[in-house]
């Protein structure tokens, strides 16, 4: 089973490169003859994605979390999982080369520096911790996802207000939609964080009996759960909407990522396991 990992693992980044460069040759010509072939290319690198999750899982015998660069794959499998979830629903698809191209880097990575770990703490057999932290991650992914439509909202409010009408206003939704995947794709990001906050304070004290409510991830995981329950009310309660919404929007996605590179690489911290 190992030697099909591996090799899954040098496979899957030119899956994702490949399914970007159709997205994104789609998105530069806009030939309506690629749309089921975009759906065929990331639907395989998704089912692709999901058996080398589940090999390692069952081959180690823990799920992929026990360092940043499993955690980066799961990352880069939730980002593509949860923008193909997001297609389906809302069918746009000029916006998947920007997300797809994060995956991609994601995956990269992951694929250069992953190492198999067969002994690993007892904790982190936990299929409770594997549900918390894989909530957490696709809580992450809805903020990556929303922020990329945050940027390409600003891109597009820049072009409209210096009357450019190239490639950028022709392909992209119009503001007001783009507005809107922004903010669902926050709340999903926000509902997801959420549960897996839940799961994380009923599972730690039995885990961690020692544990600090002052943990560095918890402090960091706590001041994005708040931006974004501050930005969802906003909306809702204050009627907040444009500019200032994405804004805020973005402002908590480079929060989260300026957390999560200081507590898993400059802080100390029971989440780190490695």
């Known amino acids: 089973m190992t030697p099909l990992i591996h090799f899954l693992n040098i496979l899957l980044p030119f899956f994702y490169v490949g399914t970007f460069s159709v997205y994104f040759y789609d998105f530069m010509k806009g030939e309506k003859k690629f749309v089921n072939v975009k ?10 994605h999901s058996v080398y999750l589940l090999l390692r899982t069952i081959a180690f015998d823990h799920p992929p979390i026990t360092n940043v660069f499993e ?75 929303s922020a990329v439509y945050g940027f390409l909202y600003l891109i597009l409010y820049k072009d409209l207000k210096h009357n450019r009408f190239g490639l950028i206003f022709n ?34 004290p039995e885990a961690f009996p020692e544990f600090s409510y002052f943990d560095p991830k918890l402090i960091g995981s706590g001041l994005v759960w708040l931006l974004y329950l501050g930005g969802i009310l906003s909306k809702i309660i204050i009627k907040w909407r444009g500019k200032k919404l994405i804004l805020l929007s973005i402002t908590g996605f480079l929060i989260a990522i300026f957390s999560t590179i200081v507590t ?3 802080a100390k911290s029971f989440h780190s396991f490695y």
Not at 175 to 204: D, H, N, Q, R
């Open 39 to 48: 759906r065929l290319f990331i639907f395989i690198t998704i089912f692709t």
């Open 71 to 145: 955690i980066f794959t799961v990352l880069a499998f939730s980002i593509t999982f949860s923008y193909f979830v997001l297609e389906l629903l809302t069918d746009i698809r000029g916006t998947g080369p920007f997300i797809i191209i994060i995956s991609f880097i994601f995956q990269l990575i992951s694929s250069l520096f992953i190492v198999d770990l067969v002994e690993v703490r007892e904790v982190l057999k936990s299929n409770l911790l594997g549900i918390h932290v894989i909530n957490a991650l696709l809580g992450y992914s809805g903020f990556t996802i």
């Open 171 to 204: 392909r992209l939704p119009n503001l007001e939609v783009l507005e809107k995947l922004s903010f669902y794709a926050a709340v999903i990001g926000f509902v997801l964080l959420t549960v897996s906050m839940i799961i994380g304070i009923i599972w730690l």
């Open 264 to 266: 898993n690489f400059l």
